[in-house]
């Protein structure tokens, strides 16, 4: 089946630094989502895309669709104490498949 | 739009229990998803609906576990006869079928087998 693997597994940053993280498929993929999930929380949905090559931002968050359609990037400028938490990338093959999840990339940011 | 709801948020039961599930979707939405979580792995898929159909499932979807969307509009999870392994955290998403789909999730259930 597919799977999604996340670059790098944790990170540890100084709060103002820029984030870069990545999310590789097996296969090609036709929708990206990327989600922020706290501890005990549901995931909440950061930035969607939908084309290869796409470039969406949400605030200081920019994500990308790789245009081999089988990666997915996130970044994350000027950090913020809120922004620690997990980040987890989603993604499908075809509109009638079911969403699959990376195992995250734990953020952690240092005053 | 008040999000999608999920009840319990926790539920403690012990092993050979039934325990089941609610989840609320956002009003409009016509797809509802189930996904467990254990700690430090991402959301696995369990089900899906659209509407009221039940369109796909896990191979990790034993028989222990049912899952119902009645009139297309709230879901309920089934888990018969929970064993320790079913500990994990239950989350539900809805969205809007279409090219582009995107999935709105709920706080979980967070659910302990003793």
């Known amino acids: 089946g597919q799977q999604l693997n996340q670059s790098p597994q944790s990170m540890f940053i100084q709060e103002g630094e820029d984030v870069s993280m990545n999310c590789t498929s097996s296969?090609?993929?036709?929708?990206w989502l990327w989600y922020k999930q706290d501890p005990g929380e549901g995931p909440v949905l950061l930035i969607a895309?939908?084309?290869?090559?796409e470039l969406t931002s949400n605030g200081r968050l920019t994500a990308q669709f790789g245009i081999t359609r089988k990666d997915s990037f996130l970044n994350i400028s000027a950090s913020i104490p809120s922004d620690v938490g997990i980040y987890f990338c989603a993604g499908r093959g075809s509109y009638g498949q079911n969403f699959v999840f990376g195992p995250g990339t734990r953020l952690s940011v240092l005053p | 739009d008040t999000g999608v709801s999920q009840n319990p948020r926790h539920k403690i039961t012990k092993r050979g229990q039934n325990v089941t599930f609610r989840c609320d979707p956002i009003?409009?939405?016509?797809?509802l998803y189930w996904y467990r979580q254990t700690l430090g792995q991402g959301p696995e898929f369990l089900t899906y609906f659209q509407n009221e159909a039940q369109l796909e499932k896990s191979r990790l979807l034993s028989d222990r576990f049912s899952a119902e969307r009645p009139k297309g509009s709230f879901s309920t999870l089934e888990i018969q006869r929970t064993e320790q392994g079913d500990s994990a955290m239950y989350l539900c998403?809805?969205?809007?079928?279409?090219?582009?789909?995107?999935?709105?999730f709920g706080s979980g259930t967070q659910l302990s087998v003793l």
């Open positions: 895309l939908y084309k290869a090559g």
């Open positions: 998403a809805s969205s809007w079928r279409g090219t582009n789909e995107k999935l709105f």
């Open positions: 009003s409009e939405h016509n797809r």
């Open positions: 296969s090609i993929f036709n929708t």
